[in-house]
């Protein structure tokens, strides 16, 4: 995964995700939405045969987007790990 800053402007950001799609694209822009903080997150691949979807959010007010996505980050680790364990866990019995 490369990504690279298309456009930066006050409580603005878009980038480019060289090497994923939809499936990360949407889980980065719902854990975007869940911000309080945003007041806008999407995302758009161009092409289907090219994967390199651009996200973009805009903020609330004063905030920082590259903060939101540090957050949307985390969260999506998090929540990835919460899943492991408790799959982990289901599976025991098995």
């Not at 060289?18 to 161009?46: C, R």
């Not at 680790?77 to 899943?83: M, P, R, W």
């Amino acid at each position: 995964m490369r990504v690279k800053v298309l456009k930066k402007s006050k409580g603005y950001l878009k980038i480019e995700v060289d090497g994923e799609g939809h499936t990360f694209s949407h889980l980065l822009q719902e854990a975007l939405l869940s911000d309080k903080t945003v007041d806008w997150a999407g995302y758009d691949i161009e092409h289907p045969l090219f994967s390199r979807p651009t996200v973009t959010v805009r903020m609330k007010g004063e905030g920082s987007p590259e903060k939101a996505m540090e957050r949307a980050a985390t969260k999506i680790h998090q929540d990835s790990d919460e899943f492991t364990q408790k799959f982990n866990g289901s599976i025991k019995g098995v």
